[in-house]
């Protein structure tokens, strides 16, 4: 038997007849505020299910299925979400810092005001999302940003190599120090390599 509790008043939020909430189906669970830090939930069923403010530090997610999750606030530090499937999932204010989120699908998430300070954002699907955060040093190598709002967001010192930024808007974004060989830029243009050598060009062209 397995007890989700609240991760203040200990009150019990959900009771299942189980030994792992790995590869569960928990979706549409009431769990606002739970007591999850260091939860195995990979590969579990979260659609739609309310983790708002909930403490998930450290916790397992990879494979799992958030679709519209309501997860605003909530404390993933460190947590494992590599290839889980976000969209449209509402983290705004959450805690990601130095969480995992390579291959994970993002599309239309909501991440205003998130940190995702040190990050791993590789190859994870971010189109069209709300990435107005806090990125610090986040490694997002192969990201695909297209069309999504990055207005403002900190990007200093990320690592944005090969990253699809097609008409993101990155409005006032701070990209200081950012890493961007190969990058796909808003206009839909690749930006070559830094101090990558100048294209060979026959004689003639010289004179």
């Known amino acids: 038997m397995i007890e989700i509790k609240h991760k203040k008043t200990q009150a019990v ?35 739609s299910t309310d983790l708002r403010e909930a403490d998930l530090r450290g916790a397992n997610l990879s494979g799992a299925v958030a679709n519209e999750a309501a997860m605003s606030g909530a404390n993933l530090k460190n947590a494992d979400l590599s290839n889980t499937d976000l969209t449209s999932v509402d983290l705004h204010d959450a805690d990601l810092v130095g969480c995992n989120l390579s291959g994970a699908i993002m599309r239309y998430a909501r991440l205003t005001n998130a940190d995702l300070s040190g990050a791993n954002l590789s190859e994870a699907d971010l189109s069209m999302a709300d990435v107005r955060a806090n990125c610090h040093h986040c490694n997002a ?61 026959p004689w003639w062209r010289f004179w």
Do not use: H, Y
């Open 13 to 47: 939020l959900l009771r299942m007849d189980a030994d792992s909430l790995a590869g569960r189906k928990i979706s549409g669970a009431k769990l606002r505020g739970a007591n999850l830090c260091g939860a195995d939930l990979r590969g579990a069923n979260l659609i």
């Open 141 to 201: 190598w192969r990201a695909d940003f297209r069309a999504a709002d990055l207005s403002g967001a900190n990007l200093v010192g990320a690592n944005l190599s090969e990253a699809d930024m097609t008409n993101a808007n990155l409005t006032g974004a701070k990209m200081v120090g950012a890493k961007m060989l190969g990058t796909i830029d808003a206009s839909g243009r690749r930006r070559r390599a830094q101090n990558a050598p100048e294209p060979s060009r």
